[in-house]
């Protein structure tokens, strides 16, 4: 057999069908009977001789459970597949990725139900309060966060674009979220890798405004949904003012406008493009690219920064090219020491967030609790009349007149001392100055509004202002004005008062019948005791009450005529205000204006009606100008040598026991009170000036016409023009010459203005007066004073017990 045949043998017996199941598969071939002659060709099955690969294939596919590549097969002799295999196919996968997106959005829907805009955080919503001289300059900061809001309007157009180009180029036209950015963010978040990744301004503004910085999924999640919100219900100019008014720029800065004065003392409105694109580059890291303390790389980061922020703007048309070439980096200003409430600011801030209030409270009908919650630390950029030159006046004058004097170590009494002042435009009501103490940190109480000492003597302008005003007469019928003689002896007991009452004068001096102007030049208990009864207390308490101070606790008693209320340097600012104003109430204000978030409080006019006829101000004024060229304040004030030729009217007062001096003053454009209080520095108890510098001889009594009136004279005559009184009177000082005769223990129908200086009981008047009697028969002392002092201080309300606050509880 050729090899052909073979070949074709080969072939068949490989193609031969499987043996019947239950066979062997392999039966022992029959042997062929060989004869002789022939040559006999056995064919072995491929099993036996192995075969081909492909042959051995076949055949171990052949067997039953296994397919050609060793796995199982079935009974169909396909191949069986695993559990795993038949999980995952690529029908079931499919599906399950859809139902994954439909659980997924429906789960996104869920949340977007049940998240809803919440308040902002308290943080973010806390501003400081900046306070401003008159002059637009800032005085202080007050708040526990740096941060005052501004409107977008303020803000100029190329500079909001700076904060655009810087953060998020498409926000004018996005959704208010980067879902890229925001999956890059959860991933690094789950990762813990950190705050990486981008995002919108519109989610920085809800994660700073809405929620707070955890770096968490949820709070993640939440920032997605309110974003949205977010976006759809508030316009894009309102997402970037709140975006720039909340963001944090270094330097304990928070929003723009605290940003726009901690780098260049400049307001956000007055920004340009160079300094807003810093301002934008500063919020990617505002420790460190901050150019007073980041180093040469930090430096280098920051520059580059800048770059990108305005070559965005040029992309985005927002800038023009030629301009951006020609632009330089704005090296920013040093940090500045943070304004805090150091010396005279503590006092001016704390009288301007009562003022305040106190408008809060007329306008809204609050509480005054409530008042100090919508102002303290609630964004207020509040303006005050303040004049920094005349407020640094003031303060050299206490300073130089009466600080630089006292010396706690070497005398306990120094240590009491405590002064107030308060200067007041009367003609705008404007407090101009205002000194609270020797420093708001070391000193709390504000000594130029503290009501709790006696004004002493300076109330007397007041009971003549009553009984000129209110036509008033004396016990015998005559009609009460500067020129009506009283009984000035000192000691003598009042006519016409229910309660007894009997006030000595300073040293217990007898002056004898005087008249008014005389008395008020002297400052005569006695005759102003006997006037108060004459005018009724009821009437003087009234017109107390209409020229400025609170008489609302007042008692309506004798000994109130002697100044034995309270009352606030400030409060009697506000009486003479009103006198130098002609008789038209000045009520005092340190608020020019008062804003929030662009919105102002309408302040009321401190330039009220006339509560006294301008007559009876100004025989007030004329009177008072005796008191300064011919009383207690005339060698501190008259004889003063910057004086000028000023004219100046003015009433000194000294209380119980030396415990307050005063010197209330005015020219014809402006009026400063100015108070001395002893106050025990660990007790806060009331206690004696005398002896307080050590300057004045035994027994160191502390006089209105002291060093209250030389601080006065120094201030005053320093930042006043020389004026004359514009006066509607014949009567007082200032019309009337001064003359100087003897006086008798019994008037005549004539007296003089003013007493001589030596009293004797037998003397001729040489004028005659309005009132040609006097009051009353005078009660004279049993030893009679014969030598008065030329000018005495001023005379001290003495040991009064009377109280007109509440004859049942201690002064």
């Known amino acids: 057999m050729g090899r052909a045949e073979e070949r074709k043998a080969r072939q068949r017996g490989g193609r031969r069908a499987a043996p019947p199941r239950g066979r062997p598969s392999q039966q022992p071939e029959p042997e062929m009977p060989a004869t002789a002659g022939t040559t006999t060709t056995v064919v072995e099955s491929p099993e036996a001789e192995g075969g081909t690969r492909a042959e051995r294939r076949r055949a171990a596919a052949k067997k039953p459970g296994k397919d050609g590549k060793g796995a199982k097969v079935g009974k169909d002799g396909k191949p069986v597949r695993g559990r795993i295999r038949r999980l995952f196919t690529w029908k079931k996968m499919l599906g399950a990725f859809f139902a994954c997106c439909l659980l997924g959005i429906g789960a996104f829907i869920l949340l977007y139900v049940m998240v809803s805009v919440p308040e902002g955080n308290a943080l973010a919503q806390t501003q400081s309060n900046v306070y401003k001289y008159s002059d637009g300059s800032v005085l202080a900061r007050k708040g526990t966060v740096n941060r005052e809001i501004v409107d977008l309007s303020k803000v100029p157009k190329e500079v909001q674009h700076t904060f655009v180009a810087a953060e998020n180029k498409t926000f004018y036209n996005d959704n208010g979220i980067d879902l890229k950015g925001m999956a890059r963010g959860l991933y690094n978040t789950v990762r813990g890798r950190g705050t990486q990744g981008g995002s919108t301004i519109t989610q920085q503004y809800v994660k700073n405004y809405y929620l707070d910085q955890d770096q968490t999924v949820t709070r993640k999640l939440k920032e997605l949904v309110i974003s949205l919100k977010v976006d759809r219900e508030r ?15 270094g330097r304990g800065a928070y929003g723009i406008q605290a940003a726009a004065q901690a780098y260049y003392r400049v307001d956000a409105q007055d920004l340009n493009v160079q300094q807003g694109a810093y301002l934008a580059a500063l919020l990617q890291a505002p420790s ?29 048309g927002w800038l023009d090219k030629s301009k951006r070439d020609g632009m330089q980096f704005p090296i920013p200003k040093a940090p500045k020491a943070a304004s805090g409430l150091e010396g005279q600011k503590g006092y001016l801030v704390e009288l301007a967030n009562t003022q305040l209030e106190n408008q809060l409270m007329k306008a809204q009908g609050i509480t005054r609790s409530e008042a100090e919650a919508l102002v303290v ?36 009494v120094d240590k009491n001392v405590q002064a107030g002042a308060v200067s007041v435009d009367p003609k705008t009501g404007k407090i101009v100055a205002l000194y609270g103490g020797v420093d708001y940190y070391k000193h709390y109480t504000n000594n130029a509004t503290r009501a709790d000492y006696q004004p002493a003597s300076t109330f007397k302008p007041i009971i003549l202002a009553a009984a000129v005003d209110q036509n008033a007469e004396t016990q015998d019928g005559k009609a009460i004005n500067a020129n009506t003689i009283y009984d000035g002896t000192s000691g003598r007991a009042v006519k016409g008062s229910d309660i007894a009452f009997s006030p000595p004068n300073e040293d217990d001096v007898n002056y004898g019948n005087i008249t008014v102007q005389t008395a008020m030049n002297k400052s005569v208990n006695s005759v102003f005791a006997q006037m108060g009864v004459d005018v009724g207390m009821k009437n003087v308490l009234k017109t107390a009450d209409d020229l400025g101070l609170d008489t609302s606790k007042l008692q309506a008693v004798p000994a109130m005529t002697l100044g034995s209320m309270g009352a606030s340097p400030l409060e009697m600012a506000s009486v003479y205000a009103t006198l130098d104003n002609h008789g038209a109430k000045v009520t005092p204000s340190i608020l020019a204006s008062a804003e929030k978030t662009g919105k102002s409080v309408d302040l009321p006019n401190p330039i009220g009606g006339q509560v006294i006829s301008r007559t009876t101000a100004d025989q007030v004024t004329s009177v008072l100008t005796g008191v300064v060229d ?12 910057l004086r000028n030729g000023q004219q100046v009217a003015g009433k000194t007062g000294t209380s119980d026991y030396n415990k307050s001096a005063w010197f209330t003053g005015y020219t014809p454009d402006l009026v400063t009170s100015v108070g001395l209080f002893g106050e025990d ?18 027994p160191g009594r502390i006089n209105g016409g002291g060093y209250p009136a030389q601080i006065w004279a120094t201030y005053m005559f320093g930042v006043t023009k020389k004026q004359k009184f514009d006066l509607d009177t014949t009567l007082g000082s200032a019309v009337q010459p001064t ?45 009679p004073t014969t030598t008065a002092p030329s000018t005495p201080e001023e005379t001290p309300t003495g040991d009064i017990t009377d109280n007109p606050l509440d004859p049942a509880d201690g002064q």
Do not use: C, F
Not at 631 to 641: D, E, L, R
Not at 752 to 772: D, G, I, L, N, R
């Open 681 to 698: 520095p660990k007790s806060h108890s009331q206690v004696s000036l005398s002896g307080a510098t050590g300057l004045i001889p035994a």
């Open 630 to 641: 011919d009383g207690t304040a005339k060698k501190s004030v008259a004889q003063n040598s």
């Open 288 to 316: 460190q690219y901050d150019w007073a303390v980041a180093g040469p790389i930090g430096k280098k980061l920051v520059k580059q920064r800048w770059n990108y922020v305005l070559d965005n703007m040029v992309g985005q």
């Open 377 to 412: 630390d609630q964004g207020w950029t509040i303006t005050l009349n303040i004049d920094p030159k005349k407020q640094t006046k003031l303060e050299a004058a206490v300073k130089s007149q009466l600080t630089s004097k006292l010396d706690g170590k070497k005398r306990k």
């Open 739 to 783: 003359l100087t005769p003897t006086i008798s223990s019994t008037p005549s129908e004539t007296a003089s203005e003013t007493p001589s200086q030596t009293p004797t009981k037998s003397a001729t008047p040489s004028q005659t007066p309005s009132s040609q009697t006097p009051s009353q028969t005078p009660t004279k002392s049993a030893t």
């Open 235 to 249: 316009s894009k100019d309102d997402i970037l003012a709140g975006y720039i008014n909340t963001s944090y720029y």
